[in-house]
């Protein structure tokens, strides 16, 4: 960020300009012009040297920090010691009488100048701190939004097939359930994609309380979900994937404008884990279960009609 420092700093700006006016009329208030061969070049090029360097590091703190007590250290101090810096520079090319004020008061600014510094340096580091502390924050927040799905709430296939793989690296036996909601499809064309998103929201919850605390419940694509379920049986998996979808069944959705509600009917899958088995063989393996069932579904339909 730029700022003007005429517009933004004009305080700051107006006090370094007259520190350094101030240096050059106390010193040619008493001093007198040295002989061009009782001038130390050597020295004019350091102490020089020194004062354009200050002066470099206010103008690059005041176009790019923003108003506040961390700038108005920082800048008074270097102002200050440049101040002191600028008197040794005269010095160089006027003649000074002895035991004047002048010798105090061109030690005295520098040391309080590293002590305005050294508080703005200490201030600067405090607010660097806040800030990389506020970062962290939004870059976990930020990394946690990616991982869940905005519409339910519910977190995304990356963040399941994560905790997949750790679980499975305990070697503990887990259960994966998919669970496919029929006919979203045609609810969608009918109702329209809000409705569509109001009934995915209310799936979500309707399956979230219908798990355990341990459990990992996640929208795996479009109409289908899928639930983790660590360190469990085959025999309490099919207990709870009953549950889930006798409650969704007897779930009465009302869609906006209709009388009757909207009863919900899935297709579920669950496999249990084997040994040697990976993330991406569990998940293949429960994919393959679940088109088994639907195609079982829609035969036993077409045998019934």
């Not at 590091?57 to 101040?83: D, H, Q």
């Not at 946690?144 to 690296?169: M, R």
């Not at 979230?208 to 996640?218: F, K, Q, S, Y």
Request: hydrophobic share 45%; net charge negative; with cysteine.
């Amino acid at each position: 960020m730029r700022f003007n420092p005429f517009i933004h700093h004009r305080f700051l700006t107006n006090a370094v300009i007259a520190l350094f006016v101030s240096a050059f009329i106390l010193s040619a208030y008493d001093g007198e012009r040295k002989a061009l061969a009782d001038i130390s070049w050597l020295d004019i090029v350091g102490e020089g040297g020194i004062v354009m360097m200050t002066l470099t590091w206010i103008f690059a703190l005041l176009i790019s920090r923003p108003p506040g007590k961390v700038t108005c250290f920082l800048v008074l101090g270097l102002g200050l010691f440049m101040f002191s810096a600028s008197l040794d520079l005269f010095d160089e090319w006027l003649h000074q009488p002895t035991n004047t004020w002048l010798s105090l008061i061109e030690s005295l600014p520098a040391p309080i100048g590293m002590v305005f510094t050294s508080l703005g340096l200490y201030q600067w580091h405090q607010e660097q701190f806040v800030l990389n502390r506020q970062l962290k924050r939004r870059e976990a927040m930020h990394r946690e939004h990616e991982l869940v799905c905005s519409i339910t709430g519910l977190y995304k296939a990356d963040y399941l097939q994560t905790v997949l793989k750790e679980q499975l690296n305990e070697s503990q036996p887990l259960q994966l359930a998919a669970i496919d909601i029929r006919g979203f499809a045609d609810f969608n064309a009918e109702f329209g994609f809000i409705e569509g998103d109001r009934l995915l929201r209310e799936v979500s919850e309707l399956m979230i309380m219908n798990c355990r605390l341990t459990d990992v419940v996640c929208r795996y694509a479009g109409d289908c979900f899928m639930v983790l379920m660590p360190n469990t049986t085959a025999l309490q998996g099919k207990e709870l994937v009953a549950q889930i979808s006798s409650a969704l069944s007897h779930c009465a959705f009302k869609v906006e404008g209709e009388k009757h509600a909207k009863f919900q009917h899935a297709t579920v899958a669950l496999v249990g884990s084997e040994q040697g088995d990976t993330a991406h063989c569990l998940s293949a393996r429960l994919h393959a279960a679940l088109q088994q069932q639907k195609q079982h579904r829609v035969s036993h339909c077409e045998a019934v009609s």
